[in-house]
Structure formats: C-alpha cells, structure tokens
C-alpha cells in the first residue's frame, strides 16, 4: 500500500476532529478497505486512537465493515473498513459565461445527478441567482437523495473574487457581475452552507480529491475554458493567494481563451467572418470549428492552434520549474476539443525542458473527470472542507 499521498495524524489529545478527518480520508482513497492495523500504519497514529475513531465513525454511518483480510503467518482475520458512499453528498455549481453546470456528488466523488443550462445573457443578476437556487433544490429533489445528507454547496467562478466577502468581482464575459454577493444569495436561498473559489482552484481541488492528481502532493491544473488559469498545489496545500485570486497566468505568456482564439483564427483567414462571435456561447461554437480543422492539418487553422498551444507550453514549464511540480493536469469545458492539438506541441516542450526534468520526471496528462471537472471541483471544496484533513482558508456560512 502506497503511503505518499495519505495525511498524517497526531496523537494529541486535543486533535480529535483532525484525526478523524485523517482516517476518514485514508479509507476514502482506498475504495477496497483498509484494516485498523494499515489505519495506524499509514497515518501515524496509535492502534487505541484509530480503533476509537473507527468506532465513531462506524456509529455515524460514514464507514461500514467490507470483509475480511488475512493478516498473514495464521494471524486471526483482519476487518476491512470502507466509506460508505451514500453517507452523505455535496452540491457543486460551475458559473460559466457559456454554461452553468450542477452537479451532486456522493462521498467518493461519484456524481449521481448533473443538469446544465445555458447561463442568461441579460444582465438581471438577482433573476439569475434565483434560478440558480431553483435548479440546486430540482437536483436534490430530482436525485432522490435525503437533504439532510447533503453537507453544503461549492460554487465555481471565474476571477476576480472578493473571496472573504463571497463575491464575484466583474468578471470577462459575465456583464452585469460586478461586486454580486454569489455565495450569501445561494446560501439564502438553498439554506446550505455555501463556499465559493475560482474555477480553477475548484478544478484543481478535484483533480487532488479524486482526479489525475491523487498520488502526488505537487502539481498544477491547467484550466481551458472561456479563460483560462491555473490551479497550483504544492505539499497538499492549494495555493490561493492574498485574496484568493492566485493562478492568473498572463504574466507567464500562457493566458488563453475562447474569444481571442477564435478572434486570431479569423484574423489570419483560417475561420470565415460568419464565425465572428456575439457571446461565449458563440465563440465556443467557433473553436469547435477551428479545432476540428486544427485536428485534420487544415492550415492556417492547425499553425494557429500550435502557436498557442506553444505559449501555454512555455508557461507551464516556468510554473512547473517554478513550484517543484511533477504533474500537471490539463482539462475544463474546452479541453476535449484542444487536447489532441496541444498536447502533441506540449508534451514534447515539457519532455525537452532542462529544468522541469533535471531531478525528476514531470508528467503530463488530462484530467479523469471530464469537462465538467469545475462543477465536480465545486463540489469537492465542501467534500474536502467538511472531511478532510487538507488545512485550508474556506469559511462556511
């Protein structure tokens, strides 16, 4: 059994919570079971100690026995604990300017429910919060999931955020969202306790929770949607920033998005005047169509997608080199369609590079969960929040 990315305990008398969170979060990550013996190996507390939180948390419900292991040399049986999955759930939102996704997961991050809906295009933000409480309480319902077991609501943004306030600061592409207190509207309306992070950040969050990056503790995300950012963890901590805006990536050359892909694209002819966007919902259409002519070698479409594709390349090489990572993650709402073009010039970049390799292998890949990953990591900062150990800066209201 692999220890690497499993938290420790400590055996003071005052750190209870902790070190439930810690066992909790031990069993979670093996979906098989794990005995009390492997508990007290892999996250450094006492036999006493880890029996007497297993028992709690069997009478909570969260675990339940799984079966038996041999112990090995005709030792008696051991019990195997696993997290029950149905125990409790979370509800993750993902505001994008294009979509607005939903999303309810269980305790192993399975989603059970998801809806999506174009996000409104007027500029009337309380009818639009409104709705988005609507959609949260028909998905709990629609789920037949108990309320009472879900722990609380993520919610996903694009930046800025004024995260001590809960508010979503003008973001690109969003008109009319300026300073709107995001997460005490939903948290009213839906009567959850509600947490709000940049999209990013959420993704990067699932990617550590139940994604790409489950076996390492350094690593960045890097998010394609409408924008585009990083998500930066290092030793297990997600790094936010001062003001919880950390992962804008223009100064590293690698800011990308829809609207100014498409706009090069039909500047250098490689997409006609017909796909001039009038919104994100547009400007996504359109990359879809640059994109597939990028897939086939289609130029000046394909020598378009490469030049961004090297920009991003050389960004995260610096933030890569920068941090100490080993793994970084691509994905978002627009990575299906550009991960075949990109990958094949960035791979290569980060392969090349002689100060990501110089004392360990970085590896490259996509995310596990899907374009919806921020709606899904949306989700996980409740999950992690409430149930693990990770110490973080999120207040729940």
Known sequence: ?????????????????????VVLDAIRRHPKGLSRVELAHATGLSAQTVSNICRRLLDQGL?????????GGGGKPRTLLRVVAGARYAVGVHLDPAVIT??????????????????????????????????????IDDSGVEPERVLGLGIAAPGPLDAGHGMVVDPPE??????VPLRASLAAGTGL?????????????????????????????FYLGTGSGMGL????TVLRGASGNAGEVGGLGAACS???LVDEAIQMGALGHEFTPTGPQDARRSLDELARLARAGVQPAAGVVERWAIRIGRGVCAAATLLDSDTIVFGGPLWPQMSEP???????????????????????????????????GAACLVLDQTLSAQPGSLLLH
């Open 1 to 21: 059994m692999s220890n690497t990315s499993i938290r420790r305990g400590t055996n003071l008398p005052r750190m209870g919570d902790f070190n439930e969170s």
């Open 63 to 71: 675990t339940q026995e799984s079966g038996k292991q041999s112990s």
């Open 102 to 139: 939903y999303v309810l997961l269980d305790l192993l991050g399975t989603t059970v429910a998801r809806r999506s809906e174009p996000t409104p295009l007027g500029t009337d933000i309380h009818a639009v919060t409104a709705e988005m409480v609507s959609a949260v309480r028909a998905l």
């Open 174 to 179: 969003l008109p009319g969202w300026g300073s």
């Open 193 to 221: 306790p509600t947490l709000l992070d940049k999209d990013v950040i959420a993704a990067a969050v699932a990617e550590r929770w139940m994604g790409a990056a489950t076996e390492t503790r350094n690593f960045l995300f």
């Open 233 to 236: 963890v290092v030793d297990d």
């Open 258 to 260: 829809t609207r100014a």
């Open 342 to 376: 990109f990958l094949s010039v960035i791979e290569p970049m980060v392969a090349a590079s002689p100060y990501v390799k110089a004392v360990h292998p970085t590896r490259v890949t996509s995310t596990r969960i899907g374009e919806h990953v921020a709606a899904v």
